[in-house]
């Protein structure tokens, strides 16, 4: 057991190093230059130069490889072109929103796919075995960005009864406005899926034991005690890349001024352009 965690440990040290590296030789190897970016595209020479020596970019490449893994490990992460802020500055009064959104957003989707998934394996052919297998299939197939503008555009724009973005009053109705905002329609439906492939492939629900009920042994046999359920596999996974820089971004949208005008001008921009 030692002897396993020692060689995921330094597996994931070694695929650790090589995400590192790999960013680093990326972001100097494509063609604009961080100090002009820095200073702005109206710098003279002489302050791009200057930025370039306060960025520490002057300095042999090794050198600045060294550099950027010291200030990780010291947990810098360096400053934003767009806000001349330290980076962690930025994710920290961020992060709350975008962790607020993803906690709501999986767990209504584990409390409406699970059951959905568990009830459609048991009630195969059935009308909502049907169902279930064509809201999921089509709602994995329709793209997020897309399914969110949509969604914006009716509630916000037609319908008039959410704001186009912000975080939002506890006064609004919570499933009203969840899909648009944080996508967990398609953790739903993507877990519903698999708990019925799960479910119903499993041989331990051919054999239900004395005293027990079909949903019992269904919860505490199949999906939960084995290393093949799909519960952590694939939520963990979700979890972690909806707590991205995509929701701080529209976060930052909106959060610098009338979140209600910048949602409106750029829904009329939208219906113009495709017009």
Not at 163 to 180: E, T
Not at 190 to 208: A, H, M, N
Request: glycine share 6%.
């Amino acid at each position: 057991m030692l002897s396993f965690l020692a060689r995921r440990l330094l597996l994931g040290i070694l695929t650790l190093f090589g995400v590192i590296l790999i960013t680093f030789i990326l972001v100097r190897i494509v063609p604009s230059d961080p100090a002009a970016q820095w200073v702005g595209g109206r710098a003279t020479p002489e302050q791009v130069e200057a930025a370039r020596e306060e960025l520490g970019l002057d300095k042999p490449i090794y050198v600045q490889l060294g550099r950027y893994i010291r200030d990780l490990l010291k947990g810098n992460l360096g400053y934003s072109l767009m806000t001349h802020q330290p980076v962690i500055k930025e994710l920290k009064n961020r992060f709350p929103a975008t962790l607020e959104l993803v906690l709501i957003s999986c767990i209504t989707a584990l409390l409406i796919g699970l059951p959905l998934g568990v009830i459609s394996a048991k009630a195969k052919n059935s009308w909502i075995d049907h169902f279930s297998r064509f809201f999921s299939i089509g709602a994995i197939s329709i793209p997020t960005f897309w399914l969110a503008l949509v969604l914006q555009l009716i509630f916000f724009m037609l319908l008039e009864v959410l704001p186009s973005g912000g975080q939002l009053s506890m006064k609004i109705k919570l499933f009203q406005d969840i899909p648009h905002v944080t996508g967990f329609m398609f953790l739903n439906c993507d877990i519903s899926f698999l708990f019925k492939q799960k479910t119903f492939f499993s041989s331990k629900i051919t054999s239900p034991e004395v005293g027990s009920s079909n949903l019992k042994i269904v919860f505490t046999k199949v999906l939960f005690p084995h290393p093949d359920s799909p519960t952590t596999p694939r939520v963990s996974p979700f979890f972690i890349f909806r707590v991205t820089p995509s929701t701080a971004l529209i976060q930052s949208l909106t959060r610098e001024g009338n979140p209600e005008y910048t949602g409106k001008y750029f829904f009329k921009f939208l219906i113009a352009n495709a017009a």
